[in-house]
Protein backbone atom coordinates (compact mmCIF):
# COMPACT_ATOMS: atom_id res chain seq x y z
CA UNK A 1 0.00 0.00 0.00
CA UNK A 2 1.64 2.82 -1.30
CA UNK A 3 0.32 5.03 1.89
CA UNK A 4 2.58 3.08 4.44
CA UNK A 5 5.46 4.47 5.32
CA UNK A 6 8.78 3.51 3.47
CA UNK A 7 10.12 2.02 6.53
CA UNK A 8 7.32 -0.57 7.00
CA UNK A 9 6.95 -1.29 2.93
CA UNK A 10 10.69 -2.20 2.92
CA UNK A 11 11.02 -4.09 5.91
CA UNK A 12 7.38 -6.20 4.52
CA UNK A 13 9.61 -6.36 1.03
CA UNK A 14 12.28 -7.82 2.71
CA UNK A 15 10.20 -10.69 5.43
CA UNK A 16 8.61 -11.67 1.83
CA UNK A 17 11.73 -12.46 0.33
CA UNK A 18 12.94 -14.58 3.09
CA UNK A 19 10.06 -16.52 2.49
CA UNK A 20 11.36 -18.19 -1.01
CA UNK A 21 8.56 -16.38 -3.36
CA UNK A 22 7.73 -18.01 -6.49
CA UNK A 23 8.66 -16.66 -9.61
CA UNK A 24 4.93 -15.10 -9.96
CA UNK A 25 5.11 -13.15 -6.34
CA UNK A 26 8.28 -11.72 -7.67
CA UNK A 27 6.77 -11.03 -11.00
CA UNK A 28 4.03 -8.98 -9.26
CA UNK A 29 6.84 -7.04 -7.07
CA UNK A 30 8.39 -5.91 -10.06
CA UNK A 31 5.54 -4.61 -11.70
CA UNK A 32 4.53 -2.93 -8.83
CA UNK A 33 8.05 -1.26 -8.23
CA UNK A 34 7.56 -0.17 -12.18
CA UNK A 35 4.42 1.69 -11.00
CA UNK A 36 6.25 3.14 -7.93
CA UNK A 37 8.95 4.56 -10.87
CA UNK A 38 6.58 5.67 -13.24
CA UNK A 39 4.01 7.40 -11.10
CA UNK A 40 4.81 10.73 -9.94
CA UNK A 41 1.69 10.95 -7.70
CA UNK A 42 3.47 8.91 -5.03
CA UNK A 43 5.59 11.97 -4.32
CA UNK A 44 9.59 11.13 -3.50
CA UNK A 45 9.11 8.59 -0.91
CA UNK A 46 8.59 6.05 -3.15
CA UNK A 47 11.83 6.34 -4.86
CA UNK A 48 13.18 5.34 -1.74
CA UNK A 49 11.17 1.59 -1.79
CA UNK A 50 11.53 1.56 -5.20
CA UNK A 51 15.61 1.54 -4.84
CA UNK A 52 15.71 -0.35 -2.36
CA UNK A 53 13.46 -3.67 -4.27
CA UNK A 54 15.08 -2.92 -7.28
CA UNK A 55 18.80 -3.04 -5.56
CA UNK A 56 17.92 -6.29 -3.50
CA UNK A 57 16.10 -7.55 -6.59
CA UNK A 58 19.66 -7.00 -8.78
CA UNK A 59 21.06 -8.71 -5.77
CA UNK A 60 19.09 -12.14 -5.58
CA UNK A 61 19.61 -12.17 -9.53
CA UNK A 62 23.46 -11.73 -9.36
CA UNK A 63 23.23 -14.40 -6.54
CA UNK A 64 20.96 -16.82 -7.93
CA UNK A 65 23.35 -16.33 -11.30
CA UNK A 66 26.91 -17.11 -9.92
CA UNK A 67 25.12 -20.16 -7.97
CA UNK A 68 23.85 -21.69 -11.10
CA UNK A 69 26.95 -21.01 -12.48
CA UNK A 70 28.75 -22.97 -10.36
CA UNK A 71 27.28 -26.16 -10.71
Known sequence: DARESPELRM??????????PNFTTLQAVANIV?????SPIQGP????VA??????????AY?????????
Not at 34 to 38: C, L, Q, S, T, V
Not at 45 to 48: A, D, E, T, V
Open 11 to 20: AIFSLLLNSE
Open 34 to 38: KREIA
Open 45 to 48: RSNQ
Open 51 to 60: SFCISHLAAL
Open 63 to 71: HNNVLTKRR
